[in-house]
């Protein structure tokens, strides 16, 4: 589809009409774009105002699409970050929660896991359903396939004190 002829001098709701028209037809062609798709329906845009969300993830397409879901659904997102040094000193920030891929390349999940613990910062873990974590660890563990609408769900549960 072209753009329209009046595309750089129309006026910007015309611009916004045929981006957002564009980008319907590319993701109704792929699997991100039914996950996107999903997102937007699923989450308040006030699910999460105001929770400070630090992300741990080290996929870079992953990070963006945690980063821009919880963001939308109002989130404070901290991060990305990726790599143990890097998370370690994102955590001493104080995050209300912690979203942390259990898979990271690198290694160093056992002693995030740690600084979480000792911090008291309850998280979302995304990985294995058999993970063991330390007993006293505030914890939501999501295995896949999970989307965005089950991180902020987990999240929401977090803000409102559910997860012990």
């Known amino acids: 589809m072209s753009r329209p002829p009046d595309f750089d001098t129309g006026p910007p709701t015309q611009r916004r009409a045929w981006v957002w028209k564009m980008l319907d037809r590319m993701l109704s062609r792929s699997r991100l774009g039914r996950v ?15 929770l400070r969300v630090l992300i741990i993830e080290d996929a870079k397409l992953l990070a963006a699409e945690l980063e821009d879901g919880l963001g939308q659904a109002g989130a404070q997102v901290l991060g990305p970050v990726s790599g143990l040094d ?79």
């Open 36 to 50: 996107f798709t999903t997102y937007v329906k699923i989450l308040p845009a006030s699910q999460l105002h105001g």
């Open 86 to 164: 890097l998370a370690l000193a994102a955590i001493a920030r104080r995050p209300d929660a912690v979203v942390l891929n259990m898979a990271m390349r690198n290694g160093g999940a056992t002693s995030l896991l740690n600084a979480l613990q000792r911090e008291g910062l309850a998280c979302v873990l995304l990985g294995d359903p058999d993970l063991t974590v330390p007993g006293d660890l505030k914890a939501v563990i999501l295995s896949r396939p999970y989307d965005i609408g089950h991180v902020a769900q987990a999240l929401a549960e977090i803000k409102a004190h559910k997860v012990d």
